[in-house]
Nanobody, 123 residues
């Protein structure tokens, strides 16, 4: 069994910062790509940022220059540093991890998700 536990969400004023964390645990051999996705009220879930096991990153245009994704492979944790937050960043943020199990099996890219953490940016 694999779990992704998120933390760091909250309420912040526009222009402020938050750092989200997502720690993976369980029967893990390795983790491929990890990412953060968000879902705003009335909108489709969308990608915010991803990072490969080698450290290559990808960002949505809307967050480029403001958000930074990083990972600590030893801690099996992915982070999302969010700076200069805007009201349109308000959403539930979910972390995702593409995990290879200890028995070397892989369920799929989107098999494992964090519980979601609310980020609310006020004007």
């Amino acid at each position: 069994q694999v779990q992704l536990v998120e933390s760091g969400g909250g309420l912040v004023q526009a222009g402020g910062s938050l750092r989200l964390s997502c720690a993976a645990s369980g029967s893990i051999f390795s983790i491929n790509t990890m990412g953060w996705y968000r879902q705003a009220p009335g909108k489709q879930r969308e990608l915010a940022a991803t990072i490969t096991s080698g450290g290559n990153t990808n960002y949505a245009d809307s967050v480029t220059g403001r958000f930074t994704i990083s990972r600590d492979n030893a801690k099996q944790t992915v982070y999302l540093q969010m700076n200069n937050l805007k009201p349109e960043d308000t959403a539930v943020y979910y972390c995702n991890a593409d995990i290879v199990h200890r028995d070397r099996s892989r369920v799929g890219t989107f098999a494992y998700w964090g519980q979601g953490t609310q980020v609310t940016v006020s004007s």
